[in-house]
Nanobody
Framework: VQLQASGGGLVQAGESLRLSCAAS????????MAWYRQAPGKQRELVAT???????KYEDSVRGRFTISRVNAKNIVDLQMNSLQPEDTAVYYC???????????WGRGTLVTVSS
C-alpha cells in the first residue's frame, strides 16, 4: 500500500492551496482517511479526517478555512486550504487506516509554506 501526496508549495497569506493524496496497492477502501501536519519544532497534529460515509472532523484552528473531501472509488483524499496563514506552514501528511489490513499508512509528506 502506498499513499502519494501532492499539491504543496509556497503561497502568501490569504491564498489557497489544494492537497491531494491517492492510495494504491489494495482493493479495499480505507476508513478513515486524514490529513496531519507537523510544523518545525512541533509535534505532528491531526488537521482533518473523513470517513467513508463523508463524516468530517477538523482541528479547531482550520475549521471554516479547510475542507477535506474524498473520492471513495479512487481512494483519494483532498484538502482544500483557504485563507492560509503563516501558522499553517508545515509538512502535511496524508494518513489512511485499513481495517482489512489492521494498520494505518502514511504518505511521505508535502511541504506547505505560507509567507506573511
Amino acid at each position: 500500500v502506498q499513499l502519494q501526496a501532492s499539491g504543496g508549495g509556497l503561497v502568501q497569506a490569504g491564498e489557497s492551496l489544494r492537497l491531494s493524496c491517492a492510495a494504491s496497492g489494495t482493493i479495499s477502501g480505507p476508513n478513515p482517511m486524514a490529513w496531519y501536519r507537523q510544523a518545525p519544532g512541533k509535534q505532528r497534529e491531526l488537521v482533518a479526517t473523513i470517513s467513508t460515509g463523508g463524516i468530517t472532523k477538523y482541528e479547531d484552528s482550520v475549521r471554516g478555512r479547510f475542507t477535506i473531501s474524498r473520492v471513495n472509488a479512487k481512494n483519494i483524499v483532498d484538502l482544500q486550504m483557504n485563507s492560509l496563514q503563516p501558522e499553517d506552514t508545515a509538512v502535511y501528511y496524508c494518513n489512511a487506516f485499513w481495517e482489512s489490513l489492521g494498520r494505518e499508512y502514511w504518505g511521505r509528506g508535502t511541504l506547505v509554506t505560507v509567507s506573511s
